[in-house]
C-alpha cells in the first residue's frame, strides 16, 4: 500500500549563507519543543538531543521526516561529537518532583552535560546558550530579583541538586568563555507555563489545571502567600532567541514581572475553568521561595524583550490543551499543539 506523504508546517526557506545548524538539547521538552517549533519554522537545521526522561517524541513529531529535522535520543552525560552553529543547552529535568527524582542525575546532567556542550561548542567554535533558572536565586533576600543579586541557596537542601547544578552550570560557562573564548549565553529563566507541559510535573499551573479539570480540591502548599511570576511559552522562546542573536554575554532574567500570590493563581484557574472546587492548603515544601519576580531591566535594554502574551490569554491556551489531554481515550487521539496555531 503506497504511503501517505506526511505533511509538515510550512517553513520558510533560507539560503546556505543564512541557514543555521542547531542543537537543542532537551528539544523534545515542554520549552524545548517550542523553540524547535520557531528555529524550524525560520528556515534552520535543527538537531534535537533528547534522553526522552521528561521529554515526549510526540512534542515533536510533526517535524520527524523533515529534511531540516534530526532526532538524536542522546543524554549529554556522555559527549556528543556533530557539526552545529549554534547550540540551546535545556537538557535538564526542571520541575521539582522530576529533579528530586534523582538527585545525583539531575546534578550529573547539569555539571557534566554543560561540560560536554561547551567542549563541543570549543571544538566547533559554536556558539552556546545555557537555559539556566531563577532558581539559581534561591529563596532570595532582594525583590524584585536582578541578574546582579548572587542569591540565597541552601546547598544541602532537597533543591540543591537543581539550584547548585545549574549555579555551577552558569560557573563553568564563564570560565569556558574566559578560557577557551567559547561565545556564551546565560537565559535565567521564570516561571514558564503552556501547552505541553508534562501532565504530572507537579508545577503549580498544571497542578492546579488538572485539579480543576478533574473536579479534585486544589493543592497549596503553605498558606498560599507566597508569589510567582508566570510567562507564556512562546514569550520565552522569543527571549531565547533574542538573547542568542544579540551580542550580550551576561547573565539575563527571562520572565514576566506581573507577579501573583499562589492563591489568588488557584482561584483565577478555578474560575476559568469554570468548576467550584475546593481550595485546601497543605504543609509548605521545604525550601519553597518565598517570592519571586524577576527584574527584567536588561533584557528590556539589550534584546527589547518584553512578555506580550497576556496571563489569561496563555492559561485559556494551556486549559484548553490539558482538557484535550485529559479526554485522550485512544493512542490515534493526538492532541497535537501545532506550533502555527493563533494566539487570539
Given at each position: 500500500?503506497?504511503?501517505?506523504?506526511?505533511?509538515?508546517?510550512?517553513?520558510?526557506?533560507?539560503?546556505?549563507?543564512?541557514?543555521?545548524?542547531?542543537?537543542?538539547?532537551?528539544g523534545a521538552?515542554?520549552?524545548?519543543?517550542?523553540?524547535?517549533?520557531?528555529?524550524?519554522?525560520?528556515?534552520?537545521e535543527?538537531?534535537?538531543?533528547?534522553?526522552?526522561?521528561?521529554?515526549r517524541k510526540?512534542?515533536?513529531e510533526?517535524?520527524?521526516?523533515?529534511?531540516?529535522?534530526?532526532?538524536?535520543?542522546?543524554d549529554?552525560?556522555?559527549?556528543?561529537?556533530?557539526e552545529?552553529?549554534?547550540?540551546?543547552?535545556?537538557?535538564?529535568?526542571?520541575?521539582?518532583?522530576?529533579?528530586?527524582?534523582?538527585?545525583?542525575k539531575?546534578?550529573?546532567?547539569?555539571?557534566?552535560?554543560?561540560?560536554?556542550?561547551?567542549?563541543?561548542?570549543?571544538?566547533?567554535?559554536?556558539?552556546?546558550?545555557?537555559?539556566?533558572?531563577?532558581?539559581?536565586?534561591?529563596?532570595?533576600?532582594?525583590?524584585?530579583?536582578?541578574?546582579?543579586?548572587?542569591g540565597?541557596v541552601?546547598?544541602?537542601?532537597?533543591?540543591?541538586?537543581?539550584?547548585?547544578?545549574?549555579?555551577?552550570?552558569?560557573t563553568?560557562c564563564?570560565?569556558?568563555?574566559?578560557?577557551?573564548?567559547?561565545?556564551?549565553?546565560?537565559?535565567?529563566?521564570?516561571?514558564?507555563f503552556?501547552?505541553?507541559?508534562?501532565?504530572n510535573?507537579?508545577?503549580?499551573?498544571?497542578?492546579?489545571?488538572?485539579?480543576?479539570?478533574?473536579?479534585?480540591?486544589?493543592?497549596?502548599?503553605?498558606?498560599?502567600?507566597?508569589?510567582?511570576?508566570?510567562?507564556?511559552?512562546?514569550?520565552?522562546?522569543?527571549?531565547?532567541?533574542?538573547l542568542?542573536?544579540?551580542?550580550?554575554?551576561?547573565?539575563?532574567?527571562?520572565?514576566?514581572?506581573?507577579?501573583?500570590?499562589?492563591m489568588?493563581?488557584?482561584?483565577i484557574?478555578?474560575?476559568l475553568?469554570?468548576?467550584?472546587?475546593?481550595?485546601?492548603?497543605?504543609?509548605?515544601?521545604?525550601?519553597?521561595?518565598?517570592?519571586?519576580?524577576?527584574d527584567?531591566?536588561?533584557?528590556?535594554?539589550?534584546?527589547?524583550?518584553?512578555?506580550?502574551?497576556?496571563?489569561?490569554?496563555?492559561?485559556?491556551?494551556?486549559?484548553?490543551?490539558?482538557?484535550?489531554?485529559?479526554?485522550?481515550?485512544?493512542?490515534?487521539?493526538?492532541?497535537?499543539?501545532?506550533?502555527?496555531?493563533?494566539?487570539?
Amino acid at each position: 500500500m503506497e504511503r501517505q506523504q506526511k505533511s509538515y508546517p510550512e517553513v520558510k526557506f533560507l539560503s546556505y549563507k543564512d541557514r543555521k545548524r542547531i542543537l537543542v538539547t532537551g528539544g523534545a521538552g515542554f520549552v524545548g519543543s517550542h523553540l524547535v517549533d520557531q528555529l524550524m519554522l525560520q528556515g534552520h537545521e535543527v538537531t534535537v538531543a533528547d534522553n526522552f526522561f521528561t521529554g515526549r517524541k510526540r512534542n515533536i513529531e510533526h517535524w520527524i521526516g523533515h529534511e531540516n529535522f534530526e532526532l538524536l535520543n542522546h543524554d549529554i552525560v556522555n559527549p556528543l561529537f556533530i557539526e552545529v552553529n549554534e547550540i540551546y543547552h535545556l537538557a535538564s529535568p526542571a520541575s521539582p518532583p522530576h529533579y528530586m527524582y534523582n538527585p545525583i542525575k539531575t546534578l550529573k546532567t547539569n555539571a557534566v552535560g554543560t561540560i560536554n556542550m561547551l567542549g563541543l561548542a570549543k571544538r566547533v567554535r559554536a556558539k552556546m546558550l545555557l537555559a539556566s533558572t531563577s532558581e539559581v536565586y534561591g529563596d532570595p533576600e532582594i525583590h524584585p530579583q536582578d541578574e546582579e543579586y548572587w542569591g540565597h541557596v541552601n546547598p544541602i537542601g532537597p533543591r540543591a541538586c537543581y539550584d547548585e547544578g545549574k549555579r555551577v552550570a552558569e560557573t563553568m560557562c564563564y570560565a569556558y568563555q574566559q578560557q577557551e573564548k567559547v561565545d556564551i549565553r546565560v537565559a535565567r529563566i521564570f516561571n514558564t507555563f503552556g501547552p505541553r507541559m508534562h501532565m504530572n510535573d507537579g508545577r503549580v499551573v498544571s497542578n492546579f489545571i488538572i485539579q480543576a479539570l478533574q473536579n479534585q480540591p486544589m493543592t497549596v502548599y503553605g498558606n498560599g502567600t507566597q508569589t510567582r511570576s508566570f510567562q507564556y511559552v512562546t514569550d520565552l522562546v522569543d527571549g531565547l532567541v533574542g538573547l542568542m542573536n544579540s551580542n550580550y554575554t551576561r547573565p539575563v532574567n527571562l520572565g514576566n514581572p506581573e507577579e501573583h500570590t499562589i492563591m489568588d493563581f488557584a482561584k483565577i484557574i478555578r474560575n476559568l475553568v469554570g468548576n467550584d472546587v475546593e481550595i485546601v492548603n497543605k504543609p509548605a515544601m521545604q525550601d519553597d521561595p518565598q517570592r519571586r519576580k524577576p527584574d527584567i531591566s536588561r533584557a528590556k535594554q539589550f534584546l527589547g524583550w518584553l512578555p506580550k502574551v497576556p496571563m489569561m490569554v496563555g492559561i485559556n491556551k494551556t486549559i484548553s490543551y490539558f482538557r484535550n489531554e485529559l479526554s485522550r481515550q485512544q493512542h490515534s487521539e493526538r492532541n497535537i499543539w501545532s506550533p502555527d496555531q493563533p494566539l487570539k
